[in-house]
């Protein structure tokens, strides 16, 4: 059912006027529904919001998509057979178009060969900004969700056993997942030992072993808003450098959220991280940015890196994440969410972060 959020239009309306677009194309899947209400995966087919300064809303997409009436916006339907482009190509007004940043190209140029008089122009930022501040309800499901992350990642970690394979292990993380509401699977990471030393490793046949590191990097929508965490532990030995590498990793994650507070630019918080990791001695370990913002989406604005100069706000979510990397033996990584708020942040995940020798 279709249920205008008019507060959130009205951000979008105030950062289109700060971007000089007067109309705009929200074409992704969680941006509908950030605004709507309605969450529809389109696949091959269109779907649109229309949004331009004097208020005007239309609703464009296919008549499968079981979408139907709702005061606060206009809607207009098209059938397989027809050109999905029918009813969009007379609504746009000629000059800038702001479009999203992912909605293709077929469409895209199937538009502009119907309306030479109309400029695109990249038009995420309105709604992109907007979704950076969460409000009260989001808030809250994210916290939900983290709590729920909390929980399946203590089960993980005591379910670990002589024989276990990362894929059993993964296999268990996304069965808890689906018992606490989570709609769909979506393939988590589990390291062991060497494997560790791959950020993005799939889980594979690799069978636990005495003196592992093991990474768990777990997240899912439950059911809409994301969760995302990551602890390493040990099983049943730790080596002296092992404990190091972990200790610097500890220390990054909670400088940097020592130092999250309004008012600095997100490439701060990169620094602070980076910083304990280098004075440690493993600073080209650290390949990766410190992390990345999440709402509907895992990976959403604001970008948590060295490069990204966006000003922390009260209300941004994204994660803390940092790790060391040394092919062919180990890796470690804690990742937390943090919730900027009026003076710091708040850290959304419970689950210890002191080292773990386990079974």
């Known amino acids: 059912m279709i249920h205008m959020q008019n507060a959130r239009i009205q951000r979008v309306l105030a950062n289109m006027e700060k971007e000089g677009l007067h109309q705009i194309l929200v074409t992704s899947t969680a941006s509908v529904y950030y605004l709507t209400g309605v969450w529809v995966e389109p696949l091959e087919r269109m779907l649109a919001l229309y949004l331009d300064d004097s208020g005007r809303r239309v609703l464009l997409g296919n008549e499968l998509f079981s979408l139907e009436p709702a005061p606060g916006v206009e809607l207009l339907l098209h059938k397989d057979s027809d050109n999905p482009l029918r009813d969009l190509a007379p609504l746009v007004k000629p000059g800038k178009l702001g479009v999203d940043k992912s909605w ?9 060969e119907q309306r030479s008089d109309v400029t695109p122009v990249l038009g995420s930022a309105p709604v992109d ?36 394979t990362e894929a059993e292990m993964a296999a268990l993380v996304e069965e808890r997942f689906r018992q606490a509401g989570a709609g769909r699977g979506e393939g988590q990471l589990v ?33 809409r808003y994301w969760c995302d965490m990551t602890r390493t532990v040990f099983y049943r030995s730790v080596s002296p450098e092992q404990r190091r590498v972990y200790e610097a990793v500890k220390e990054a994650n909670l400088a940097a959220e020592a130092v999250i507070r309004p008012g600095l630019p997100m490439s701060e918080f990169d620094r602070a991280a980076r910083a304990v990791i280098e004075k440690a001695g493993y600073g080209p370990c650290f390949t990766h940015r410190l992390g990345h913002g999440i709402g509907l989406e895992c990976h959403e604005p604001p970008d948590n890196s060295a490069s990204c100069h966006v000003t922390a706000e009260p209300g941004m979510v994204f994660s803390v994440e940092p790790g060391v990397y040394l092919p062919g033996r180990f890796g470690v990584r804690v990742e937390d969410l943090v919730l900027v708020t009026e003076t710091g942040c708040q850290v959304l995940n419970a689950y210890p972060k002191d080292l773990q020798v386990v079974g």
Not at 132 to 141: T, V, Y
Not at 193 to 209: I, K, M, T
Not at 215 to 223: A, E, Q, S, V
Request: net charge negative.
């Open 191 to 223: 390291c062991f030992g060497a494997n560790g030393a791959d950020p993005h490793h799939a889980p594979g046949s690799a069978v636990l072993q005495e003196g592992d590191s093991v990474t768990f990097d777990i997240f899912i929508p439950i059911p």
């Open 104 to 112: 293709p190209s077929r469409f895209l140029i199937g538009l502009l």
């Open 129 to 164: 900004n907007a979704r950076m501040r969460k409000d009260a309800e989001e808030i809250e499901a994210l916290r939900r969700a983290s709590r729920i992350n909390d929980a399946v990642m203590e089960a993980a970690v005591q379910a670990l056993h002589e024989g276990a």
